[in-house]
């Protein structure tokens, strides 16, 4: 069964004064329909490059995508113009920003954006491409215009369209969703408008959701639920998820499958069981133990020893063999591909592949 999404092979580069950075290094990742993989790593090591890229919000300059191709539903995203990508973001992919605060409209209330969103997915239902949708929404006023420019007391959602966000507010669980609607962003708690955000986003139905490192910013209790919302959803609305985090914790709660990055590479993915009982790769193998178990051990808890490479620099070989205890000569000499070694397990290593690149699991 062919991917809804897959990419091969994308590397993104950064300009800055200081040089040009790698922060994306040939990475290949696939997301199957009605799946929630998780990508996960240190901060810094090109996650959110990755998810930008996916949607077409890369801010270029400085980034540039200088190889590879991005397939959704067999269409190749870096193909297309602005224009034309405008009929996949927001739509058929959407995305939760880590901070919603900041990715909400401040000066309206959650009502009008929620039915902001609602209304393009009606035009865009009947036909209408999202380019006419918007064009349409501004010249009959469907959401109301700026709120400094309407008294306070006019500010209504449109009475057709009122029930249906609310309908959106409960799908996410929202208590007293009829008042939630009257009330601003920083009126919210955390938990609250990242719920908002989730609606905003399933109201256009997409078959992919990416969310980068949505529980972030929240307490430990609301993060379990926003996670335990974003999975249950899933059936709903029979969408897939890309989860963005640095939390492991987080990774193996709801994760189906995991990719490990390190400094613009995946150097392993697999089924969330087999990657945190049998990891392979030595960096997956150091972020494990590096977890707390919550109950007492034995066993002190071994930080990684070193620092994350300059990604200014052009590396030869394995990016991380100045920190791995396995590193052989040929680390240094020649990257590793990320190969097969058993069922749905790869990893980027020479302890699991011949030096040539071949695999001795299969052999």
Same mark, same amino acid.
């Given at each position: 069964?062919?991917?809804?999404?897959?990419?091969?092979?994308?590397?993104?580069?950064?300009?800055?004064?200081?040089?040009?950075?790698?922060?994306?290094?040939?990475?290949?990742?696939?997301?199957?329909?009605?799946?929630?993989?998780? $990508?996960?790593?240190?901060?810094?090591?090109?996650?959110? #490059?990755?998810?930008?890229?996916?949607?077409?919000?890369?801010? #270029?300059?400085?980034?540039?995508?200088?190889?590879?191709?991005?397939?959704?539903?067999?269409? &190749?995203?870096?193909?297309?113009?602005?224009?034309?990508?405008?009929?996949?973001?927001?739509?058929?992919?959407?995305?939760?920003?880590?901070?919603?605060?900041?990715?909400?409209?401040?000066?309206?209330?959650?009502?009008?954006?929620?039915?902001?969103?609602?209304?393009?997915?009606?035009?865009?239902?009947?036909?209408?491409?999202?380019?006419?949708?918007?064009?349409?929404?501004?010249?009959?006023?469907?959401?109301?215009?700026?709120?400094?420019?309407?008294?306070?007391?006019? @500010?209504?959602?449109?009475?057709?369209m009122k029930e249906?966000?609310?309908?959106? +507010?409960?799908?996410?669980?929202?208590?007293?969703?009829?008042?939630?609607?009257?009330?601003?962003?920083?009126? +919210? %708690?955390?938990?609250? @408008?990242?719920?908002?955000?989730?609606?905003?986003?399933?109201? *256009?139905?997409?078959?992919?959701?990416?969310?980068?490192?949505? #529980?972030?910013?929240?307490?430990?209790?609301?993060?379990?639920?926003?996670?335990?919302?974003?999975?249950?959803?899933?059936?709903?609305?029979?969408?897939?998820?890309?989860?963005?985090?640095?939390?492991?914790? $987080?990774?193996?709660?709801?994760?189906?499958?995991?990719?490990?990055?390190?400094?613009?590479?995946?150097?392993?993915?697999? &089924?969330? !069981?087999?990657?945190?009982?049998?990891?392979?790769?030595? !960096?997956?193998?150091?972020?494990?133990?590096?977890?707390?178990?919550?109950?007492? @051990?034995?066993?002190? +808890?071994?930080?990684?020893?070193? %620092?994350v490479p300059d990604l200014r620099t052009?590396?030869?070989?394995?990016?991380?063999?100045?920190?791995?205890?396995?590193?052989? *000569?040929?680390?240094?000499?020649?990257?590793?591909?990320? +190969?097969?070694?058993? &069922?749905?397990?790869?990893?980027?290593?020479?302890?699991?592949?011949?030096?040539?690149?071949?695999?001795?699991? &299969?052999?």
């Amino acid at each position: 069964m062919a991917a809804l999404l897959s990419v091969q092979d994308l590397t993104v580069g950064y300009e800055s004064s200081a040089g040009a950075v790698t922060a994306l290094d040939s990475v290949s990742i696939e997301i199957n329909e009605n799946e929630l993989v998780s $990508v996960v790593g240190e901060s810094g090591c090109g996650k959110s #490059t990755l998810a930008l890229a996916m949607i077409g919000l890369l801010p #270029t300059p400085p980034a540039r995508v200088l190889n590879g191709e991005i397939e959704f539903k067999g269409t &190749n995203l870096l193909g297309l113009g602005p224009k034309r990508m405008r009929e996949y973001r927001g739509t058929q992919i959407a995305m939760i920003f880590q901070e919603p605060l900041s990715s909400l409209n401040p000066v309206y209330k959650i009502g009008d954006q929620i039915a902001e969103a609602i209304t393009i997915k009606r035009m865009r239902d009947d036909g209408r491409s999202v380019i006419e949708s918007e064009v349409m929404q501004k010249t009959h006023k469907i959401v109301p215009p700026s709120p400094s420019k309407l008294p306070r007391g006019k @500010r209504k959602i449109p009475a057709e369209m009122k029930e249906d966000t609310i309908a959106s +507010l409960k799908l996410v669980r929202i208590p007293d969703p009829d008042q939630v609607i009257d009330r601003y962003p920083f009126e +919210l %708690s955390g938990g609250m @408008r990242q719920r908002v955000m989730i609606a905003m986003a399933l109201s *256009q139905e997409p078959a992919l959701l990416i969310a980068d490192e949505p #529980t972030t910013a929240l307490d430990v209790t609301t993060q379990a639920q926003v996670l335990k919302l974003m999975k249950e959803l899933m059936d709903k609305v029979k969408t897939s998820i890309l989860l963005i985090t640095h939390d492991l914790a $987080v990774a193996c709660q709801v994760a189906d499958r995991v990719a490990v990055m390190y400094a613009g590479d995946i150097v392993e993915t697999s &089924n969330v !069981y087999d990657l945190f009982s049998k990891p392979l790769h030595p !960096y997956t193998q150091g972020l494990i133990s590096c977890v707390p178990t919550g109950s007492k @051990r034995k066993v002190v +808890l071994k930080p990684i020893p070193g %620092s994350v490479p300059d990604l200014r620099t052009r590396m030869v070989g394995c990016k991380y063999v100045s920190r791995c205890p396995y590193a052989m *000569q040929v680390c240094s000499e020649r990257k590793p591909r990320l +190969l097969d070694v058993m &069922n749905d397990h790869q990893v980027a290593c020479f302890l699991h592949g011949e030096a040539d690149g071949s695999n001795t699991a &299969n052999n």
